[in-house]
């Protein structure tokens, strides 16, 4: 049933009303205690899905999840939980969950001891270093790793093994934002936190389908639209969703012009002087850097952006050709629209939010739609305030505090640093006590490039954990076939069979969630800890284990000389973060708190970074200060960066744009919420939803199965026409969750050449009746 808009916003009251009545069982921060109701522990802590880190109660009774609720003590969503958190209790029993370890005997998996499966992996790894080198294993982790899980295979092989042949799954969702925020603050993450959706009185959606994507960040930001009659919620999309039917402002635009209507935004306040003058005066510095930068699409593609410093006179003339004419043409948005938008922006009587997720970042430019988005905060003076911040939004529940705080991709070290700069190698082998040659100063490939090695055979041993890459990588013909390629050995660490497993020649059993303790971190710099609750299923372990174990077979186990491991393993990971405006608490404060947001100094969370009174690095009579950009004297870039066009477009073979997401019932692969039957029930399998126009065109009716293909792969459909979503003309959609339809095998494997996360939301298909 189509939701309307009355009734979204009735059932968002009534579900925020149930979390503030309900009782919390764990009164303020008690930490490990627990309260008993009806025979049932309850224990606390964060989801297990997206990035938003919503608080969670879990209800354990005879060593068995038995229930779940929102904890109403959580600040995040305060009681509220969406519906795949509903049904956390029931993620891990499925009745297909993996307990034993799986060995490849031809093309039968038979069941073996850990013994003999880390015997054959450690073998395996052993032999393909000593033959071809530390390059030649790599292992690909995720956002869903535990901090310490993260931070300790990125200590092996960084550090032990010797290779930078690690990387996490978000370099395919959040690579874009990182890169941006390190070349326009010089520090990666938001200055800005939650309490900005409940603050502010203007909010930009940028590609973010958040009533879907985020729906509890939405039901807060709904909500302070009820209070508040001068809360205003712009939509900018290639579709029309649920967030669509929420906002005061649906803007339609054609794939990829998403940068030129930014430039377009910017040319306004630029032109008609609404710009915050002694702002940039005192906080910004202006650039510019590489253009026609290509696509990745060859082999072992290179590219280093030069960044060169430029005038406001020069930033101004290259605005000139963004006039709300030309980027009318280019995207159809509305000439009056875009003057529109400008003055919303620039209106000093308004808190203005910027927040986006995939759509800026699975995106070939996606840093540049990230710089460019900046770009109208600090022109206006909106950034570091509260209730008016830019907000990148993410998809793991510890993407940030994990990938991008412990610095497992390939070229990252924690607490922002990287392999490239021996000072910051110098210091991690301090603090790990290894030889700082240990360390490579080349960063390891990226994602798709680690894939692409595989596929030719350079690397020859990969271990995944906590991850499908086997669905989620684009192109995924190519590196499916890559993965039984001769002289390839694959582990995959998972809870249930995939398509990954499928591909495997060991499958170890995990432990997830609860079944482990933890610690993950959020959007909004938040860490937060967990206890162990509940026994993971028959011969199941955590993927901290896993990691250490082989360290101990390989020789390495002197990395991991911990009595208490989670504790001394913390307190050592945060001495990176100490002094670095990246401060973490002792692991003891997480205990009690429901999260906290970095930098903690003195005990106290910093909601808003770079603001006097708030960011405790930023002095009395300072105001703001982007103080970890010190190479720009502690100034914020504004970057000139132009529209350019996709890898690839529509033509007269294949005149449809495709892009790929997420829904509100799954998350992902569909690993987990594909075995919960009332979510499988509510949402079963992918759809291919199309414009009504179009469909008509063609002769296709709602349902009607129809063949889409692109240059790389085909796939069969039932059409979706009215649907929740309404592509644009032109347009199609598909989830990516069902893994009996691999619509990733059409997606281009094309990549942003700064960040090198790959484009998935426009490629070329045709779409015809099967």
Same mark, same amino acid.
Request: glycine share 8%.
């Given at each position: 049933?189509?939701?309307?808009?009355?009734?979204?916003?009735?059932?968002?009251?009534?579900?925020?009303?149930?979390?503030?009545?309900?009782?919390?069982?764990?009164?303020?921060?008690?930490?490990?205690?627990?309260?008993?109701?009806?025979?049932?522990?309850?224990?606390?802590?964060?989801?297990?899905?997206?990035?938003?880190?919503?608080?969670?109660?879990?209800?354990?009774?005879?060593?068995?999840?038995?229930?779940?609720?929102?904890?109403?003590?959580?600040?995040?969503?305060?009681?509220?939980?969406?519906?795949?958190?509903?049904?956390?209790?029931?993620?891990?029993?499925?009745?297909?969950?993996?307990?034993?370890?799986?060995?490849?005997?031809? !093309?039968?998996?038979?069941?073996?001891?850990?013994?003999?499966?880390?015997?054959?992996?450690?073998?395996?790894?052993?032999?393909?270093?000593?033959?071809?080198?530390?390059?030649?294993?790599?292992?690909?982790?995720?956002?869903?790793?535990?901090?310490?899980?993260?931070?300790? =295979?990125?200590?092996?092989?960084?550090?032990?093994?010797?290779?930078?042949?690690?990387?996490?799954?978000?370099?395919?969702?959040?690579?874009?934002?990182?890169?941006?925020?390190?070349?326009?603050? *010089?520090?990666?993450?938001?200055?800005?936190?939650?309490?900005?959706?409940?603050?502010?009185?203007?909010?930009?959606?940028?590609?973010?389908?958040?009533?879907?994507?985020?729906?509890?960040?939405?039901?807060?930001? +709904?909500?302070?639209?009820?209070?508040?009659?001068?809360?205003?919620?712009? !939509?900018?999309?290639?579709?029309?969703?649920?967030?669509?039917?929420?906002?005061?402002?649906?803007?339609?635009?054609?794939?990829?012009?998403?940068?030129?209507?930014?430039?377009?935004?910017?040319?306004? %306040?630029?032109?008609?002087?609404?710009?915050?003058? &002694?702002?940039?005066?005192?906080?910004?510095?202006?650039?510019?850097?590489?253009?026609?930068?290509?696509?990745?699409?060859?082999?072992?593609?290179?590219?280093?952006?030069?960044?060169?410093?430029?005038?406001?006179?020069?930033?101004?003339?290259?605005?000139?050709?963004?006039?709300?004419?030309?980027?009318?043409?280019?995207?159809?948005?509305?000439?009056?629209? %875009?003057?529109?938008?400008?003055?919303?922006?620039?209106?000093?009587?308004?808190?203005?939010?910027?927040?986006?997720?995939?759509?800026?970042?699975?995106?070939?430019?996606?840093?540049?739609?990230?710089?460019?988005?900046?770009?109208?905060?600090?022109?206006?003076?909106?950034?570091?305030?509260?209730?008016?911040?830019?907000?990148?939004?993410?998809?793991?529940?510890?993407?940030?505090?994990? =990938?991008?705080?412990?610095?497992?991709?390939?070229?990252?070290?924690?607490?922002?640093?990287?392999?490239?700069?021996?000072?910051?190698?110098?210091?991690?082998?301090?603090?790990?006590?290894?030889?700082?040659?240990?360390?490579?100063?080349?960063?390891?490939?990226?994602?798709?490039?680690?894939?692409?090695?595989? &596929?030719?055979?350079?690397?020859?041993?990969?271990?995944?954990?906590?991850?499908?890459?086997?669905?989620?990588?684009?192109?995924?013909?190519?590196?499916?076939?890559?993965?039984?390629?001769?002289?390839?050995?694959?582990?995959?660490?998972?809870?249930?069979?995939?398509?990954?497993?499928?591909?495997?020649?060991?499958?170890?059993?995990? =432990?997830?969630?609860?079944?482990?303790?933890?610690?993950?971190?959020?959007?909004?710099?938040?860490?937060?800890?967990?206890?162990?609750?509940?026994?993971?299923?028959?011969?199941?372990?955590? !993927?901290?284990?896993?990691?250490?174990?082989?360290?101990?077979?390989?020789?390495?186990?002197?990395?991991?000389?911990?009595?208490?491991?989670?504790?001394?393993?913390?307190?050592?990971?945060?001495?990176?973060?100490?002094?670095?405006?990246?401060?973490?608490?002792?692991?003891?404060?997480?205990?009690?708190?429901?999260?906290?947001?970095?930098?903690?100094?003195?005990?106290?969370?910093?909601?808003?970074?770079?603001?006097?009174?708030?960011?405790?690095?930023?002095?009395?009579?300072?105001?703001?200060?982007?103080?970890?950009?010190?190479?720009?004297?502690?100034?914020?870039?504004?970057?000139?960066?132009?529209?350019?066009?996709?890898?690839?477009?529509?033509?007269?073979?294949?005149?449809?744009?495709?892009?790929?997401?997420?829904?509100?019932?799954?998350?992902?692969? *569909?690993?987990?919420?594909?075995?919960?039957?009332?979510?499988?029930?509510?949402?079963?399998?992918?759809?291919?939803?199309?414009?009504?126009?179009?469909?008509?065109?063609?002769?296709?009716?709602?349902?009607?199965?129809?063949?889409?293909?692109?240059?790389?792969?085909?796939?069969?459909?039932?059409?979706?026409?009215?649907?929740?979503?309404?592509?644009?003309?032109?347009?199609?959609?598909?989830?990516?969750?069902?893994?009996?339809?691999?619509?990733?095998?059409?997606? +281009?494997?094309?990549? &942003?050449?700064?960040?090198?996360?790959?484009?998935?939301?426009?490629?070329?298909?045709?779409?015809?009746?099967?």
């Amino acid at each position: 049933m189509e939701w309307t808009r009355r009734k979204f916003l009735k059932t968002t009251a009534a579900a925020a009303a149930f979390a503030a009545a309900g009782a919390d069982l764990i009164k303020g921060g008690a930490g490990n205690a627990e309260a008993v109701e009806n025979g049932i522990k309850w224990g606390k802590a964060p989801c297990r899905f997206c990035g938003v880190g919503c608080g969670v109660l879990v209800g354990v009774k005879n060593n068995r999840i038995v229930a779940t609720k929102g904890d109403p003590a959580a600040p995040v969503n305060k009681g509220l939980n969406c519906i795949k958190g509903y049904f956390l209790s029931k993620v891990l029993y499925g009745k297909d969950r993996l307990t034993k370890p799986l060995i490849r005997k031809g !093309d039968k998996f038979v069941e073996a001891s850990w013994d003999e499966a880390m015997e054959l992996i450690t073998s395996k790894f052993k032999e393909s270093v000593e033959k071809h080198g530390p390059d030649s294993v790599a292992i690909y982790g995720s956002g869903q790793w535990t901090v310490f899980e993260g931070y300790a =295979a990125s200590k092996l092989f960084k550090g032990g093994i010797g290779t930078n042949n690690i990387e996490p799954n978000a370099r395919l969702c959040m690579a874009s934002a990182v890169a941006a925020f390190m070349n326009t603050f *010089g520090s990666d993450e938001p200055m800005g936190c939650y309490d900005d959706l409940d603050l502010g009185d203007t909010y930009f959606l940028w590609g973010a389908n958040m009533a879907e994507a985020h729906p509890v960040l939405f039901s807060r930001l +709904i909500d302070n639209k009820l209070k508040n009659t001068r809360v205003k919620i712009i !939509d900018l999309g290639t579709r029309f969703t649920r967030t669509s039917q929420m906002a005061d402002m649906y803007v339609s635009f054609k794939p990829q012009t998403d940068l030129a209507i930014l430039n377009g935004i910017a040319h306004v %306040i630029v032109k008609e002087k609404l710009y915050d003058e &002694d702002f940039i005066k005192k906080h910004v510095v202006f650039k510019k850097g590489k253009e026609n930068i290509g696509y990745g699409l060859e082999e072992k593609y290179k590219f280093d952006d030069e960044p060169k410093g430029i005038t406001f006179e020069e930033y101004r003339e290259f605005l000139k050709l963004y006039t709300p004419e030309y980027v009318s043409k280019l995207s159809g948005v509305p000439v009056k629209t %875009i003057h529109e938008m400008a003055h919303l922006y620039a209106d000093k009587k308004r808190k203005v939010n910027s927040l986006w997720t995939m759509g800026f970042n699975h995106h070939s430019r996606g840093t540049w739609a990230n710089n460019l988005v900046y770009n109208l905060h600090l022109l206006t003076g909106k950034i570091g305030r509260p209730g008016e911040n830019p907000l990148s939004l993410t998809g793991q529940p510890s993407a940030c505090g994990t =990938a991008r705080e412990v610095g497992t991709f390939g070229h990252r070290l924690p607490a922002d640093m990287v392999v490239m700069n021996p000072e910051h190698r110098e210091k991690t082998a301090k603090i790990w006590g290894v030889p700082a040659s240990k360390i490579p100063a080349k960063p390891g490939p990226h994602a798709v490039e680690m894939f692409r090695g595989l &596929d030719r055979g350079e690397i020859k041993v990969m271990w995944i954990q906590v991850t499908n890459p086997f669905v989620s990588l684009p192109n995924l013909t190519r590196y499916r076939k890559a993965a039984r390629k001769e002289g390839r050995f694959i582990v995959v660490s998972d809870i249930y069979p995939t398509r990954s497993t499928e591909l495997a020649d060991v499958i170890l059993p995990s =432990a997830s969630w609860v079944e482990k303790e933890g610690v993950f971190g959020n959007t909004e710099r938040r860490t937060q800890h967990w206890f162990k609750l509940v026994e993971p299923p028959g011969e199941a372990r955590n !993927d901290l284990w896993q990691t250490m174990e082989l360290a101990r077979r390989l020789g390495h186990g002197n990395l991991f000389p911990y009595k208490s491991v989670e504790k001394e393993m913390w307190e050592e990971y945060r001495q990176f973060t100490i002094g670095q405006g990246k401060d973490l608490a002792p692991y003891e404060a997480y205990h009690k708190a429901r999260g906290l947001r970095w930098p903690v100094v003195n005990g106290q969370e910093t909601l808003w970074r770079y603001a006097e009174g708030h960011d405790p690095y930023v002095k009395k009579g300072e105001g703001l200060k982007f103080y970890k950009n010190k190479a720009n004297d502690f100034k914020a870039v504004i970057w000139a960066r132009p529209y350019e066009p996709p890898a690839e477009s529509p033509d007269r073979e294949y005149p449809f744009w495709l892009s790929t997401g997420r829904v509100l019932e799954h998350w992902h692969t *569909g690993t987990m919420t594909g075995r919960v039957p009332e979510l499988k029930r509510a949402y079963p399998a992918a759809v291919v939803e199309m414009n009504a126009d179009d469909a008509k065109r063609l002769g296709i009716k709602n349902r009607d199965k129809v063949k889409m293909s692109s240059r790389r792969g085909t796939i069969v459909l039932p059409a979706e026409i009215n649907g929740r979503g309404k592509p644009g003309k032109g347009n199609v959609f598909v989830a990516f969750f069902d893994e009996t339809k691999l619509i990733n095998e059409l997606c +281009i494997d094309a990549y &942003d050449p700064i960040s090198k996360e790959p484009e998935f939301k426009k490629c070329a298909v045709k779409i015809e009746k099967a």
